[in-house]
């Protein structure tokens, strides 16, 4: 306990660089993950199709080579990106993929006479998806979403490999210092176990919220 305590300057820093990266990777994910899903189902194949190569290149390439190619190998190209930049692009856009097929089957699984609905009452294509379509689709969607936001969360320690010293990271160095392996890992398992569970508690309070949300719209019915 003692090494925790002496340490724990340099664990604590390594934790606001987990944050960080945890919470602006998870807001690339969720743009990512409502733009390309709702694009997935338009009606126009020149966008339809550009963003389907673009999510099954996302999805079928892995993470930690998507990281190496950012950081090491785009500078080759003249082009250089800050590490903690890289990382939370990166890590978004690797889970937003998941997260737009996420999005494009809740909306895709909204009933069809809603839509008919919607274009009885004259709503455009736009005001439909708004008003109509991904307030529906949101309940189904936030389950699955909470999970893609703690997959997340439990890789960001591979930002420890393109220089970012985060909570990992700092882990490592005090554990080669101390040689105290079962207490520095064991901390560092706790943390994320404590942080994964706010995150299950996030969504899990938002998912109860909009189901109510839609309970009353369609009891007012």
Do not use: C
């Amino acid at each position: 306990m003692n090494t925790l305590v002496e340490y724990a300057p340099i664990l604590w820093d390594g934790f606001l660089k987990t944050l960080l990266v945890a919470a602006g990777a998870g807001v690339v994910m969720l743009v990512t993950s409502f733009a390309f899903g709702v694009a997935g189902v338009s009606r126009s194949g020149w966008l339809r199709w550009p963003i389907r190569v673009m999510v099954e290149f996302l999805r079928g390439t892995s993470a930690y080579v998507q990281l190496f190619w950012a950081y090491f190998a785009l500078p080759l190209f003249g082009i250089y990106i800050d590490a903690i930049i890289v990382g939370i692009i990166v890590l978004g856009l690797n889970v937003g993929s998941y997260g737009s097929e996420v999005v494009r089957g809740a909306i895709l699984s909204v009933p069809r006479d809603q839509t008919e609905g919607a274009v009885a009452l004259n709503l455009s294509r736009f005001q439909s998806m708004r008003y109509v379509i991904l307030p529906q689709a949101l309940v189904s969607m936030i389950p699955p979403m909470g999970n893609l936001a703690i997959d997340l969360l439990k890789i960001t320690p591979l930002v420890s490999l393109i220089t970012i010293a985060d909570l990992t990271f700092q882990a490592q160095v005090v554990r080669q210092q101390t040689n105290d392996t079962i207490l520095i890992y064991g901390f560092v398992l706790v943390v994320y176990f404590i942080l994964s569970s706010a995150v299950a508690h996030v969504f899990t309070k938002a998912g109860a919220h909009f189901s109510r949300g839609i309970d009353i719209q369609r009891g007012g019915r």
